[in-house]
């Protein structure tokens, strides 16, 4: 159980251009799903929470303009990076939350998108 | 001072023997702890969790958590060259998931 499905694995993407990430919980109904971004060599950063049929909460220095989450269902948030640069790229993982679970609980991850900005 | 804090290694032990990774933080609020395991280029792993105080073992894997002291410990027995990966330390209370920066783990065959 538990199974969060994340899409595209990989992308690449021209200095200016959005990129769409999609997060799914595949067996379970997610009412929160979190969103990371791990660079190089270093750990995972929360960029924001996201709560089915609300406003994400951003972490402080995430710009949620730029970065633009949507939780509109049960099993899908999504992650647009909007006039996306070079220091953009990045490793972005998401993690969904069952229902009913609270922020102590296990957390599985989907298995990231590597986004590559050129 | 970070929220959660490792060494950044690299350890480096034997095939077959004990290792031992170690994390502490800073929020005495914290209630979960977590650690994962990540291989380069790919998502982390839960490998174990433990809420309260002392011991939790799982096969290989043992969770050690001092409250007091703000320690929470990873000891991996009978260590495999297969083991060797990062190994991020994480916990939550007041907020989200927070994240060590790893310690790089290298079992030598």
């Known amino acids: 159980g538990a199974v969060v499905s994340q899409h595209p694995s990989w992308v690449i993407c021209k200095s200016g251009t959005s990129v769409k990430i999609e997060c799914r919980s595949l067996d379970f109904q997610a009412t929160t799903m979190f969103w990371y971004r791990q660079f190089p060599k270093q750990s995972l950063m929360l960029m924001a929470t996201s709560n089915e049929g609300s406003k994400a909460t951003y972490e402080q220095g995430v710009e949620k303009d730029k970065f633009l989450i949507n939780h509109a269902s049960l099993t899908l948030s999504t992650l647009t990076v909007t006039s996306a640069h070079p220091e953009d790229s990045s490793f972005y993982i998401c993690?969904?939350?069952?229902?009913?679970?609270?922020?102590?609980?296990?957390?599985?991850f989907g298995n990231g998108t590597r986004l590559t900005v050129t | 001072q970070k929220e959660v804090e490792q060494n950044s290694g690299p350890l480096s032990v034997p095939e077959g023997a004990i290792a031992s990774l170690n994390c502490t933080y800073s929020?005495?609020?914290?209630?979960?702890f977590f650690w994962y395991r990540q291989y380069s280029g790919k998502s982390p792993e839960l490998i174990m969790f433990?809420?309260?105080?002392g011991d939790k073992e799982d096969g290989r894997f043992t969770a050690q958590l001092n409250k007091a002291s703000q320690y929470v410990s990873l000891l991996i027995r009978d260590s495999q060259p297969s083991d060797s990966a990062t190994y991020l330390c994480?916990?939550?209370?007041?907020?989200?998931?927070?994240f060590g920066s790893g310690t790089r783990l290298q079992v030598q065959p």
């Open positions: 433990i809420y309260s105080n």
């Open positions: 929020d005495r609020g914290s209630q979960s």
């Open positions: 993690s969904a939350l069952p229902g009913g679970s609270s922020y102590n609980s296990p957390l599985h």
């Open positions: 994480a916990v939550t209370g007041r907020r989200a998931l927070t």
